[in-house]
């Protein structure tokens, strides 16, 4: 649950990122070196907002389960809690993935995005400026990127061994 947290945390902050390099939900297409290398360079220009979510799978709404400390979203006021519903005007649910994707696509350190947030029934318009991606944030979440890589990787030489072996 850690893991699809943090990975739902970065992704809705860099997801035209994201899903550039992997796509949503799925397996990313690019050998590790160069996932690697994409990342590195990418993501630390992108805008951070320092949130923890959850994704409702059905319907693609975002609820707020953390708040990073000293991050844009504390900031601005958000608390976990709230229902991120919508982005620059562009309601948060599934349908609108493509217009929220182009309204990520360039976020940028200093760039100021509106929230309208739902919190125990009541719409808050919030304005939030972005920030660079700490490091250490960056770090961990190419680290579990990596992870995966390194995961798929030793399945698929696993698969292969045990074709060759299955041959002889």
Not at 33 to 38: I, N, S, V, W
Not at 76 to 87: M, R, V
């Amino acid at each position: 649950m850690l893991r699809r947290t943090w990975v739902i945390v970065l992704a809705w902050t860099l997801l035209a990122t994201a899903w550039a390099l992997a796509g949503e939900s799925k397996k990313c297409n690019l050998s590790t070196q160069d996932c690697l290398d994409q990342m590195a360079t990418k993501m630390k220009t992108y805008g951070w907002v320092g949130v923890e979510l959850e994704r409702n799978e059905e319907t693609g709404t975002l609820t707020v389960l953390k708040v990073v400390p000293g991050s844009p979203a504390e900031t601005s006021g958000i608390q976990p809690g709230d229902l991120l519903y919508a982005l620059n005007g562009v309601r948060i649910i599934k349908d609108n993935e493509e217009a929220l994707t182009k309204a990520r696509k360039d976020w940028k350190p200093g760039q100021t995005v509106n929230y309208t947030v739902k919190r125990n029934g009541a719409d808050r318009q919030v304005a939030l400026t972005l920030a660079p991606m700490p490091a250490d944030v960056l770090a961990r979440y190419i680290g579990e990127h990596m992870l995966e890589h390194a995961t798929a990787d030793l399945a698929a030489n696993k698969e292969a061994i045990n074709k060759e072996a299955a041959t002889k």
